[in-house]
């Protein structure tokens, strides 16, 4: 079954680098190509306009070019303990306000989700 041995070889290298984007392998202290120490990562979600990275005390959005995975450069990064006002929805949106600013990220429905269960585990 050549096919069962490819998907395997790929899956051991389902952690993505959140900083650069490589995939590593499962249980990588560190990214291969660019260093990043991978067990800072809580959760991370790649979305349509951005990708997403929660570590013990930051949201970090990586933000991406209109068309396709590219990314801007572009970083903004929250602190975990000055996001209030968390709010799921309308139409899949995770809203927050950070430094009196209302922030309004629209996710892809599936990562809102996530974003909600890891909300309870760290119990924001
Ligand atoms: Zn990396």
Same mark, same amino acid.
């Given at each position: 079954?050549?096919?069962?041995?490819?998907?395997?070889?790929? =899956?051991?290298?389902? &952690?993505? @680098?959140?900083? @650069?984007?490589?995939? $590593?392998?499962?249980?990588?202290?560190? @990214?291969?190509? @660019?260093?990043? $120490?991978?067990?800072?990562?809580? #959760?991370? #979600?790649?979305?349509? +306009?951005?990708?997403?990275?929660?570590? =013990?005390?930051?949201?970090?959005?990586?933000?991406?070019?209109?068309?396709? *995975? *590219?990314?801007?450069?572009?970083?903004?990064?929250? +602190?975990?303990?000055?996001?209030?006002?968390?709010? !799921?929805?309308?139409? +899949?949106? !995770?809203? !927050?306000?950070?430094?009196?600013?209302?922030?309004? %990220?629209?996710?892809?429905?599936? $990562?809102?989700?996530? &974003?909600?269960?890891?909300?309870?585990?760290?119990? %924001?």
């Amino acid at each position: 079954m050549e096919n069962e041995k490819e998907i395997k070889i790929e =899956n051991q290298f389902d &952690l993505i @680098c959140p900083e @650069c984007g490589v995939g $590593n392998l499962k249980g990588s202290k560190n @990214c291969l190509v @660019c260093g990043k $120490n991978l067990e800072d990562t809580i #959760l991370f #979600l790649e979305d349509d +306009s951005f990708d997403l990275e929660i570590t =013990n005390d930051a949201l970090l959005e990586y933000r991406k070019k209109f068309w396709g *995975d *590219d990314r801007t450069g572009k970083v903004n990064k929250y +602190s975990l303990n000055e996001i209030e006002n968390m709010e !799921f929805g309308p139409s +899949s949106r !995770f809203i !927050f306000t950070y430094n009196e600013k209302r922030i309004v %990220l629209p996710l892809r429905k599936e $990562n809102l989700k996530k &974003l909600k269960e890891i909300k309870e585990v760290l119990n %924001l």
